[in-house]
């Protein structure tokens, strides 16, 4: 997750190492510690590494940000003419600005409605554990009912999530979409302009060259992405011990903490494999 994929040869490896990865935990879940009962719990992986790999392939070059080139009116008539798309463009400057901006409110929007719905369902658990003392773990573990219910709600939470960090994703796509517009609009007018080109890029601290590249790490987006991650982890986690035997011991097995791992590392890495990909023009 620290590194980036933006060579064909780094996502390979990426991929091969995650169905590695994959195999062994379908391994270790069907044939060599059956009795750990997290079958379900991989099934549910591999469907989900499915995809969002599949989704990476199938839309990768119509969502990625792209580029072209300004063309400049070498004929002087048509050099002074050309402002008069002045009012044009600058009505387009704005609607892209107010599209970066509200391309910000819906991460942060995304990122609250994900910590409510996690926080309403861990309050609910809270609040029962806090309710009783009987040895109330036993209680909750020896109920199926209730135990398949909490399962369930762990993975639906788990889904919430992977549709949220999608939703981020597309939302740094989005942003980066508006941010190349911008910059489109800047050069069409330091090319066409009658102010020399270094003096008009003066004005500018950002460029096509400088602008930060989509899948930038240690910003707000990233962040983000990590948190909803993170979450979606535990939710894993905890669905993974009810289904194991070690839940009536109130112990959580290695494998269990291993997928939640996986998932996280995985989840984050794909964060890389969307935003890294520059699609070829």
């Given at each position: 997750?620290?590194?980036?994929?933006?060579?064909?040869?780094?996502?390979?490896?990426?991929?091969?190492?995650?169905?590695?990865?994959?195999?062994?935990?379908?391994?270790?879940?069907?044939?060599?510690?059956?009795?750990?009962?997290?079958?379900?719990?991989?099934?549910?992986?591999?469907?989900?590494?499915?995809?969002?790999?599949?989704?990476?392939?199938?839309?990768?070059?119509?969502?990625?940000?792209?580029?072209?080139?300004?063309?400049?009116?070498?004929?002087?008539?048509?050099?002074?003419?050309?402002?008069?798309?002045?009012?044009?463009?600058?009505k387009e400057y704005d609607y892209i600005r107010e599209t970066a901006a509200q391309?910000?409110?819906?991460?942060?929007?995304?990122?609250?409605?994900?910590?409510?719905?996690?926080?309403?369902?861990?309050?609910i658990i809270g609040s029962q554990f806090l309710a009783r003392t009987d040895d109330?773990?036993?209680?909750?573990?020896?109920?199926?009912?209730?135990?398949?219910?909490?399962?369930?709600?762990?993975?639906?939470?788990?889904?919430?999530?992977?549709?949220?960090?999608?939703?981020?994703?597309?939302?740094?796509?989005?942003?980066?979409?508006?941010?190349?517009?911008?910059?489109?609009?800047?050069?069409?007018?330091?090319?066409?302009?009658?102010?020399?080109?270094?003096?008009?890029?003066?004005?500018?601290?950002?460029?096509?060259?400088?602008?930060?590249?989509?899948?930038?790490?240690?910003?707000?987006?990233?962040?983000?992405?990590?948190?909803?991650?993170?979450?979606?982890?535990?939710?894993?986690?905890?669905?993974?011990?009810?289904?194991?035997?070690?839940?009536?011991?109130?112990?959580?097995?290695?494998?269990?903490?291993?997928?939640?791992?996986?998932?996280?590392?995985?989840?984050?890495?794909?964060?890389?494999?969307?935003?890294?990909?520059?699609?070829?023009?």
């Amino acid at each position: 997750m620290i590194f980036s994929l933006e060579s064909t040869f780094s996502r390979a490896i990426f991929l091969v190492v995650a169905i590695a990865i994959t195999i062994i935990f379908s391994f270790l879940a069907f044939i060599h510690s059956s009795d750990l009962k997290q079958n379900a719990i991989v099934i549910y992986l591999i469907v989900m590494e499915v995809l969002v790999v599949a989704t990476f392939f199938i839309y990768r070059n119509s969502t990625t940000p792209k580029i072209i080139a300004v063309k400049r009116l070498k004929n002087p008539r048509l050099q002074e003419n050309s402002f008069a798309l002045a009012r044009l463009l600058l009505k387009e400057y704005d609607y892209i600005r107010e599209t970066a901006a509200q391309i910000k409110s819906d991460r942060h929007a995304t990122v609250n409605y994900f910590l409510i719905i996690s926080g309403i369902f861990l309050f609910i658990i809270g609040s029962q554990f806090l309710a009783r003392t009987d040895d109330l773990v036993s209680q909750l573990i020896n109920a199926k009912t209730a135990a398949s219910m909490l399962i369930i709600a762990s993975i639906a939470i788990n889904i919430i999530g992977w549709i949220y960090f999608m939703h981020l994703i597309r939302l740094r796509q989005a942003w980066c979409d508006s941010a190349a517009a911008m910059n489109q609009i800047k050069d069409f007018y330091i090319g066409n302009g009658r102010v020399p080109d270094e003096l008009a890029k003066s004005a500018f601290l950002w460029d096509n060259k400088v602008t930060p590249k989509p899948g930038k790490k240690s910003n707000v987006s990233y962040y983000s992405a990590m948190l909803i991650s993170f979450i979606s982890a535990i939710f894993l986690l905890f669905a993974s011990w009810l289904l194991s035997p070690d839940a009536k011991a109130g112990s959580i097995h290695l494998f269990s903490w291993l997928i939640a791992l996986y998932h996280f590392v995985f989840q984050m890495t794909c964060y890389s494999l969307f935003l890294d990909y520059k699609a070829r023009h």
